[in-house]
């Protein structure tokens, strides 16, 4: 399996409270995925990032801030949790960079919950 | 992006093939299909992915239409261990590795013992 390790993995918080989600992974991999996944709706791209310091938004990346200081961490912030952000959050790693092969290797999910 | 349509459940006898089915009408001559499933509780995995050629690995064979507009993930021998949500999702070519992958709603599968 690839190393990768999300903290924490389970948070319960209140409306309007700051949250950051930690993705960390040991594989040296370039590129970095936060999605999160709702019934109905599959999973989202939240945002990524393709190098230390770079990223850029996903589809549904309103609301959501990320840094990337270094290759190994990738953080996701809720400045002001929402309800609707009540979710469950999934970081993924891949490697290369062509299509062909860029396999994405999923973490095991963060559920957050905000009341 | 390049929309998948998959159903939205399935079910199969443990023990016999299944044939997950994939329409792909709006294909690019570039993109690839991958396949991913995601176990209960789980982060998705990676199962399978293709151009054009029928692909094999130790999961699943991948059967791609001539005209690429469907594919198939074929199970050989279904186990209660394939119970899961399967994605199939269509990747454009890049050379800088931010392409991103595009989740719909899968097809549950669902294996009867």
């Known amino acids: 399996d690839a190393g990768i390790t999300q903290s924490p993995r389970h948070k319960v918080t209140e409306t309007g409270t700051p949250v950051t989600l930690r993705c960390h992974q040991t594989?040296?991999?370039?590129?970095m995925y936060w999605y999160r996944q709702d019934p109905g709706h599959g999973l989202r791209l939240i945002h990524y990032?393709?190098?230390?310091?770079?990223?850029d938004k996903g589809e549904v990346s309103d609301g959501y801030s990320v840094s990337r200081s270094k290759t190994e961490d990738f953080l996701l912030t809720l400045e002001s949790a929402t309800s609707s952000q009540t979710s469950v959050y999934f970081c993924?790693?891949?490697?290369?960079?062509?299509?062909?092969?860029?396999?994405?290797?999923f973490g095991p999910g963060t559920r957050l919950t905000v009341l | 992006d390049a929309k998948t349509t998959q159903p939205n459940s399935m079910e199969s006898n443990e023990e016999e093939p299944v044939h997950l089915p994939c329409n792909h009408s709006?294909?690019?001559?570039?993109?690839?299909i991958h396949w991913y499933r995601q176990l209960p509780s789980q982060g998705p995995e990676y199962v399978i992915h293709?151009?054009?050629s029928n692909v094999n690995n130790r999961m699943a064979s991948l059967a791609i239409a001539e005209d690429r507009k469907s594919s198939t993930l074929i199970l050989h021998r279904a186990t209660l261990r394939d119970a899961a949500v399967y994605y199939c999702?269509?990747?454009?070519?890049?050379?800088?590795?931010?392409?991103?992958?595009?989740f719909g709603t899968g097809t549950r599968l669902t294996i009867i013992p």
């Open positions: 993924a790693i891949s490697e290369s960079g062509t299509s062909e092969y860029n396999e994405q290797f």
């Open positions: 594989e040296n991999h370039r590129y």
């Open positions: 990032s393709y190098g230390v310091k770079d990223t």
């Open positions: 709006t294909i690019s001559g570039t993109d690839y």
């Open positions: 293709g151009l054009t």
């Open positions: 999702i269509l990747r454009g070519f890049s050379n800088f590795g931010n392409e991103k992958l595009t």
